[in-house]
């Protein structure tokens, strides 16, 4: 299902960056540079080339993103399904040369490994971007089967999302940590 990924009107060099590489690492993820446009407009241009998800970003303290807001498009109205708040990130060109790859993702899967947080996180993901969660398994047997792997795990209490090529195993798309979530609807468990 093919996502459409925006940025908030007041955005700065380091917000569209990281629209980007969200684009980059994501399955079906296509850009749409906002400028001036209303957000009855975006919803418009996405019901007419038949997007059903959309991802806003939304500018944060320090010009960092700070919220990434997942809609769902249904006979032509927005749904907000999921808010992350971001509490920081890392872009693709942040990282060591030798430790990313520049790819395009057409396949992908939610992989995850910690605690209950972390989990709940995953299979909100799952839902917001119609994704297969997977977790209890060895994550070198799905190495391989997709291009991108969105890997959530904890580190000090904080969730982190790395998006991995399910080739390579580097980086390629931004670290993002998230300092809390609100979920709209309910949902059912995508697992396997």
């Given at each position: 299902m093919a996502?459409?990924?925006t940025n908030s009107r007041r955005s700065n060099p380091r917000i569209r960056s990281f629209t980007k590489d969200l684009v980059r690492c994501l399955p079906q993820a296509f850009l749409l540079k906002r400028g001036k446009l209303s957000l009855n407009e975006i919803k418009k241009i996405a019901s007419e080339n038949n997007f059903h998800k959309m991802i806003i970003i939304c500018r944060g303290l320090h010009g960092n993103p700070g919220k990434m807001l997942f809609y769902n498009i249904l006979n032509d109205r927005l749904k907000i399904t999921l808010i992350l708040k971001i509490c920081g990130i890392?872009?693709?060109r942040e990282f060591n040369k030798k430790d990313y790859v520049m790819s395009e993702?057409?396949?992908g899967i939610i992989y995850v490994s910690g605690n209950s947080k972390s989990l709940?996180?995953?299979y909100l993901l799952s839902?917001?971007?119609?994704?297969?969660?997977i977790y209890r398994i060895p994550i070198e047997e799905i190495m391989c089967s997709v291009d991108t792997i969105i890997y959530i795990y904890e580190n000090n209490n904080i969730v982190e999302i790395?998006?991995?090529d399910g080739y390579v195993f580097k980086e390629n798309g931004p670290l993002?940590?998230?300092?809390s979530f609100k979920y709209f609807e309910k949902r059912e468990k995508n697992e396997s």
């Open positions: 996502i459409l990924i890392k872009l693709l993702a057409n396949t709940e996180i995953a839902d917001a971007l119609d994704m297969k969660t790395k998006f991995l993002i940590k998230v300092k």
